[in-house]
């Protein structure tokens, strides 16, 4: 198994967390994505959209990293990151979607610029507003959370998963974090998955 990933992607993270928690070998390819390679004519023919992750598994190309995520757990369900019922695969599953739809695509209008361009380069109107539905979207997090551990239960799943590699900006989005969130990142950012995917920066 191959993973093309780069050590700073959010969305790469969540499966080499998921390839760790669960010990798989995989071998990791690193795209130099400053010098564009994921847009190279060997990477389009993988992943015509350019972006990483991609998983290659023995000619099975796949990519999107909720997708690669799945299919971690269907081939390797030891040791579980799913519940084991319908409703609470069906709770994992909103998860997903939902980081992706209501925290992925604004932590990007941050996260991109405040990591990788000089601030004359910053959109500070759209970063308000993104930030404006990200407390939004913790604010929810904050109620559901209750008094679990984990976002579905009291076990780590694929949820926590997917938030992960956000939650380990919380700060430098400058989101307004409640106590049960602050607790939950703190969790899942103490975890040797975690640990051992921390981007440089
Ligand atoms: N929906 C995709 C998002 C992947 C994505 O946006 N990856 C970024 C890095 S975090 C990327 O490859 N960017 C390079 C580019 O767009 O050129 C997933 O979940 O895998």
Known sequence: MKLYYHPASTFARRVRVALIEKAIP??????????????????????PYGRVP????????????????????DTHPAPPLLPAGARGRAAVDLHLRLC????????????????????DRWDAAAMDAARAEIDNHFAILEQQLGNQRYLVGDSFT?????????????????????????????????RPSARATVPAR
């Not at 998983?55 to 799945?70: K, P």
């Open 54 to 73: 991609t998983l290659e598994d023995e000619g099975f190309v796949l990519y999107e990293s909720s997708a690669i995520l799945m299919y971690l757990e």
């Open 100 to 119: 992706d739809a209501q925290l992925g695509r604004y932590a990007g209008v941050i996260l991109f610029p405040k990591r990788f361009l000089p601030p």
């Open 26 to 47: 995989c071998e990791l390819v690193e795209l130099d994505l400053p010098a564009r390679e994921q847009r190279s004519a060997w990477y389009s023919a993988l992943n």
């Open 158 to 190: 694929l949820a926590d998963v997917a938030y992960l590699p956000f939650l380990h900006f919380l700060d430098l989005m400058q989101v307004n974090a409640g106590p049960r969130v602050q607790a939950w990142t703190a969790r899942v950012l103490d």
